[in-house]
């Protein structure tokens, strides 16, 4: 696919749609080639990309329950259900977080997770192009502290996000070209 029409076309495909096969390992070779490839201030690389596959969804499931517990011990059965059921939507979940460097020279922290997150959409982009559907989300376990640690991330990484990848019956319908007047200006001197 050219690139251009992967970055015109591009959709998000909710993981309540996505199935199994996930991406076979040359595929998923691509994806996350892709995703280093990203714009990368001092080439710091300070993206990771913990793949969670299998079984260790389950795990991961768990995770989110019992953290979804500890942030909010009013939640009912039902919404720590949902929780644990998360990872088990899509048969790959990506999280994708930046490992900071705080203090950099050159580089602040926020340049770092930028990078990471332009390393996310990148992985999106090549999903696409490969056919398979995606789609980024965070909610509250990408920022609690304890989802973290049990990834084995720092307390100072970020989670950029959790990207669902899985098969789709159908590519996603095309959406309008967007409409840029609203978010483009010529900028021509000082106000
Ligand atoms: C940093 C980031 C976090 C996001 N988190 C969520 C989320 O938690 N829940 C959600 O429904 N969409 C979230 N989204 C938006 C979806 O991934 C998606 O982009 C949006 O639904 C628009 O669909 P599109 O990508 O097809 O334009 C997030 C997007 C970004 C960039």
């Known amino acids: 696919m050219n690139v251009i ?19 076979n390992d040359a595929e998923l070779n691509l994806i996350l080639s892709a995703g280093a490839r990203a714009a990368d201030h001092g080439r710091m690389r300070p993206w990771r990309f913990i793949l969670v596959q299998g079984a260790a969804r389950v795990r991961l499931g768990e995770v989110f329950a019992a953290c979804r517990r500890r942030r909010d011990p009013t939640a009912n059965d039902a919404e720590i259900d949902k929780e644990r059921a998360k990872p088990l939507r899509a048969p ?3 999280a994708v977080a930046a490992h900071v460097v705080a203090g950099h020279a050159t580089v602040r922290a926020v340049d770092q997770v930028h990078a990471a997150a332009a390393a996310a959409q990148n992985i999106l982009l090549a999903c696409f192009a490969l056919g398979f559907g995606a789609m980024w989300l965070t909610g509250s376990n990408a920022h609690d502290p304890n989802v973290k640690r049990a990834l084995g991330l720092a307390a100072t990484d970020e989670i950029v996000g959790f990207l669902y990848v899985g098969s789709i019956d159908a590519p996603p319908e095309p959406l309008p070209v967007e409409d840029l007047a609203a978010n483009v200006v010529e900028w021509t001197g000082p106000a």
Not at 5 to 23: K, M, N, Q, T
Request: hydrophobic residues 45%.
């Open 92 to 94: 790959l979940v990506i």
């Open 5 to 23: 029409d992967a970055l015109l076309a591009r959709r998000s495909v909710s993981p309540r749609v996505v199935r199994d096969p996930g991406p």
